[in-house]
């Protein structure tokens, strides 16, 4: 990235102005909104200019607003990045929204570029001043919290332990290949596995359920044997390397970054051969936490939640925590597959960090249903815990509060998010990451939140008169 400068208004784009050309409504209220919190998009610039030397020289660069704008729209219209380009250069109220205006837009890769700077603490950080901001305009007062959690998936295929080794094996490869074209000597001493390596991890993939009891254990020992010969020899081509010298520097730099993904492949490797040894050779039950589930996303996690479709989800847990007027106050991306009755007591306490108090009404499923949940809720002083109990012979205390009319009226208030999470995998592009990188996720989820509370917010402050919008702002 390069210096990040305020683009000026030409006199084209005052005359274009003077038209009347007209934002949707929501965006407009979008655009509105950040103009008026200036300080929402200082994060950003720090994010733009770390780890910049000189970041105020250089050639210009897309500005902290036009990046936020941006994303924001991404994820509003929930569009790729060469569509979001495509959109703002084809249209002048887009070109307005993102304050491009009659300046060139940049190609879509430079778009990635600057989202990628963008950190999870900016993210979260942004969203928390977004709500502030509502509460400040008197549009949401933090009454009442549905809480709820969901998966988002990572962009991974279906992993077995034989797809794993032949994704180990053919990544391998590739890299050794790319760094002998830059060795001037070439590579000595790897051979070529793919083929034998694909061969056996698809006679793997096609056996029934009888044939593996007898010819799985056999091919998977084929297979074991090959990967760990082409990891020592992919190691061994690095070390080898690394020691060549007489080259020119960018040779060099190109030579060590091969190096260094060598070494991380090699690692994650490893730990695919040592798990399927003890899966299949050993019989052994593997922790779900030890495992990897692809060497592409390693910080991929497995998600049991009892779905009747889907009994296994890859990716991470999401907590989501919304309130009656459909602003994501509270959001969290777990690690592992912790139980949702983990979550109550430490959402209570963000609630009362940004709101300065306990809500009136907070619902969720029985997932979250606890004895120590219960007293948490009335020790911080909610007003009525809707949570149904889970399992057990309920006592008749507890059975006549959850037959009890203000029971089934917050039950029936929670289960609206479940169209909210609805909403942000089919609208907002949150049902599947295909960003790399665990910061990349969250970053991903955070602009989806983002992107939903704004929406949120310029649909409530258009319809709250303007009187009392201005009278309390």
């Known amino acids: 990235m390069s210096r990040t400068l305020e683009p000026q208004l030409s006199f084209a784009d005052l005359e274009l102005r003077s038209l009347g050309l007209q934002l949707d409504p929501t965006l407009r209220g979008i655009a509105d909104f950040f103009q008026d919190h200036p300080a929402l998009v200082e994060q950003v610039r720090l994010d733009l200019q770390r780890g910049l030397k000189k970041p105020h020289s250089g050639r210009n660069g897309m500005s902290p607003e036009q990046t936020l704008l941006s994303l924001t729209l991404m994820r509003v219209k929930n569009w790729d990045y060469r569509e979001l380009r495509e959109r703002i250069n084809d249209g002048y109220t887009l070109r307005h929204f993102t304050q491009f205006d009659s300046h060139q837009v940049p190609k879509h890769d430079a778009f990635n570029r600057a989202f990628n700077r963008l950190t999870p603490a900016t993210m979260q950080a942004i969203n928390q001043a977004v709500v502030q901001a509502a509460v400040r305009l008197n549009l949401e007062d933090g009454k009442t919290l549905r809480v709820d959690t969901t998966v988002v998936e990572t962009n991974i295929h279906h ?14 490869t590739r890299l050794v290949g790319e760094l002998r074209e830059q060795l ?56 080898n390397a690394r020691r060549v010298k007489r080259i020119d520097a960018v040779t060099a730099a190109k030579i060590r970054q091969l190096c260094q993904e060598i070494s991380h492949y090699s ?95 907070y619902a969720g499923d029985r997932g979250f249903y606890s004895a120590e949940n219960l007293e948490a809720c009335q020790k911080a002083g909610v007003g009525q815990e809707c949570i149904p109990q889970r399992g057990g012979n309920k006592s008749a205390e507890r059975e006549a509060i959850e037959r009890s009319a203000a029971f089934k009226k917050g039950q029936r208030f929670r289960v609206g998010i479940e169209g909210r999470i609805s909403v942000l995998f089919r609208g907002r592009g949150m049902k599947r990451c295909r960003a790399e990188g665990r910061e990349r996720f969250e970053v991903l989820v955070g602009a989806a939140v983002l992107a939903n509370n704004l929406m949120r917010i310029a649909e409530l402050m258009r319809d709250t008169k303007p009187s009392t919008r201005r009278r309390v702002a």
Request: aromatic share 6%; proline share 5%.
């Open 267 to 361: 690692e994650l490797a490893d730990r695919i051969i040592d798990q399927t040894r003890r899966r299949v050779l050993e019989q052994e039950q593997v922790p779900s936490e030890e495992k990897v589930y692809s060497i592409f996303e390693p910080h991929t996690d497995l998600i049991k939640r009892g779905k009747k479709l889907k009994p296994v989800e890859f990716g991470h847990k999401i907590f989501l925590a919304e309130s009656a007027q459909g602003l994501i106050t509270d959001y969290q991306v777990l690690t592992g597959n912790p139980s949702d009755t983990d979550h109550v007591q430490a959402s209570l306490e963000r609630h009362k960090e940004t709101f300065d108090c306990a809500p009136d009404l």
């Open 159 to 172: 992993p077995t332990d034989a797809t794993l080794l032949w994704d180990a094996v053919r990544t391998l």
């Open 184 to 239: 001037p000597r070439g590579v000595k001493g790897f051979i070529n596995r793919t083929r034998s390596a694909r061969r056996r991890m698809q006679a793997l993939e096609r056996m029934t359920a009888q044939q593996r009891q007898q010819q799985q254990t056999p091919k998977y020992r084929e297979l074991l044997s090959i990967s760990r010969q082409v990891v020592t020899a992919a190691r061994r081509v690095a070390a």
